[in-house]
Nanobody
Framework: VQLQASGGGLVQAGGSLRLSCAASGRAFSNYVMGWFRQAPGKEREFVAAISWSGVSTNYTDSVKGRFTISRRNAKNTVYLQMNSLKPEDTAVYYC???????????????????WGQGTQVTVSS
C-alpha cells in the first residue's frame, strides 16, 4: 500500500485547510485510516482515525470540534478537514493505514502498518 498525503500549506490562525491522503491498492475499503502529526523536537502524535466503513471515528482531545476525518472508499481517499487552526497545530501531518484484517481503531503509531510521506502544515499567529 502506498499513501500520498497532500493539502498542507501556510495559513493564518483561525483559518482552514483540508488534507487528503490517496491510497493505492484494491483493498482501501478494508483499511482503518489515521492521521498523525509531528512537530519539530516532538514525538509523532495521534490526531484522528476512521474505521473502514467510516462509521467510527476517534480524535485527540486538542482537535475535537475543530477537525473532521472522513473517507471516500470509491476514491481510495481519506480527508482531514481542519478548521479554526491554531499555531500549535503546526506540524508535519502523516496519514497511515492499518493492514487489511486489522479492524480496530488505534491511537498509537505502532498500530499502523503503512505511512505516507507527510505534508507540512504551518499556522501563523
Amino acid at each position: 500500500v502506498q499513501l500520498q498525503a497532500s493539502g498542507g500549506g501556510l495559513v493564518q490562525a483561525g483559518g482552514s485547510l483540508r488534507l487528503s491522503c490517496a491510497a493505492s491498492g484494491r483493498a482501501f475499503s478494508n483499511y482503518v485510516m489515521g492521521w498523525f502529526r509531528q512537530a519539530p523536537g516532538k514525538e509523532r502524535e495521534f490526531v484522528a482515525a476512521i474505521s473502514w466503513s467510516g462509521v467510527s471515528t476517534n480524535y485527540t482531545d486538542s482537535v475535537k470540534g475543530r477537525f473532521t476525518i472522513s473517507r471516500r472508499n470509491a476514491k481510495n481517499t481519506v480527508y482531514l478537514q481542519m478548521n479554526s487552526l491554531k499555531p500549535e497545530d503546526t506540524a508535519v501531518y502523516y496519514c497511515a493505514a492499518r493492514a487489511s484484517g486489522k479492524f480496530g481503531i488505534r491511537v498509537g503509531p505502532a498500530g499502523y502498518d503503512y505511512w505516507g510521506q507527510g505534508t507540512q502544515v504551518t499556522v501563523s499567529s
